[in-house]
Antibody
Framework: EVQLVQSGTEVKKPGESLKISCQGS????????IGWVRHMPGKGLEWMGI????????TYNPSFEGQVTISADKSISTAYLQWSSLKASDTAMYYC??????????WGQGTLVTVSS | EIVMTQSPAILSVSPGARATLSCRAS??????LAWYQHKAGQAPRLLIY???TRATGIPARFSGSGSGTEFTLTISSLQSEDIAVYYC??????FGQGTKLEIK
């Protein structure tokens, strides 16, 4: 069974750093791209970027380039999304998803990130 | 950048009635269009890929059509469990802004 399991809820202060994770199982992790999606309260889904875990080839949505870093450790079948300095506007639910051809076919359960002073 | 525009923003449909959701792309996608269902408190779910192919386990009342720049998601007979926000997505990239489907 394909599963993507994300790390738990985070509560952070502005300016802090954060790295959330997404661990895949039930399939060959290195053979599929992984995407990250933001869902801000009351807003729509936003595609942030994608990574190919086998060689860490990464493509960012221009809106997010420089704001976040996407990485992966194929030895432990895990993808990451990180911030070096969080802002209140980063408060959102973040989802990872496996990409089959160009479609997000399996999704993680989401990681809620709250940034507040 | 390809812009995806969905309409209407909110759709209110009676139980058992047909729901028709639209998605327009700013440039041709051929059939590289997916639809997702996002229920409150849950992760999004892939409904349709390749514009018209139902994903595994998706009920037959969901159907997708269209190609190029105009696409449609149809729910033939609305059930209460279909209440959600529906998004189209181009080629694994940009999402539309979503259509919120409500029960009338």
């Amino acid at each position: 069974e394909v599963q993507l399991v994300q790390s738990g809820t985070e509560v952070k202060k502005p300016g802090e750093s954060l790295k959330i994770s997404c661990q895949g199982s039930g399939y060959r992790f290195t053979s599929y791209w992984i995407g990250w999606v933001r869902h801000m309260p009351g807003k729509g889904l936003e595609w942030m970027g994608i990574i190919y875990p086998d060689d860490s080839d990464t493509t960012y949505n221009p809106s997010f380039e420089g704001q976040v870093t996407i990485s992966a450790d194929k030895s432990i079948s895990t993808a990451y999304l990180q911030w070096s300095s969080l802002k209140a506007s980063d408060t959102a639910m973040y989802y990872c998803a496996r990409i089959q051809t160009s479609d997000f076919d399996y999704w993680g359960q989401g990681t809620l990130v709250t940034v507040s002073s | 950048e390809i812009v995806m525009t969905q309409s209407p923003a909110i759709l209110s449909v009676s139980p058992g009635a047909r729901a028709t959701l639209s998605c327009r792309a700013s440039q041709s996608l051929s059939n590289n269009l997916a639809w997702y269902q996002h229920k409150a408190g849950q992760a999004p779910r892939l409904l349709i890929y390749g514009a018209s192919t139902r994903a595994t386990g998706i009920p037959a009342r969901f159907s997708g059509s269209g190609s190029g720049t105009e696409f449609t998601l149809t729910i033939s007979s609305l059930q209460s469990e279909d209440i959600a926000v529906y998004y189209c997505q181009q080629r694994g990239g940009t999402f539309g802004q979503g259509t919120k489907l409500e029960i009338k």
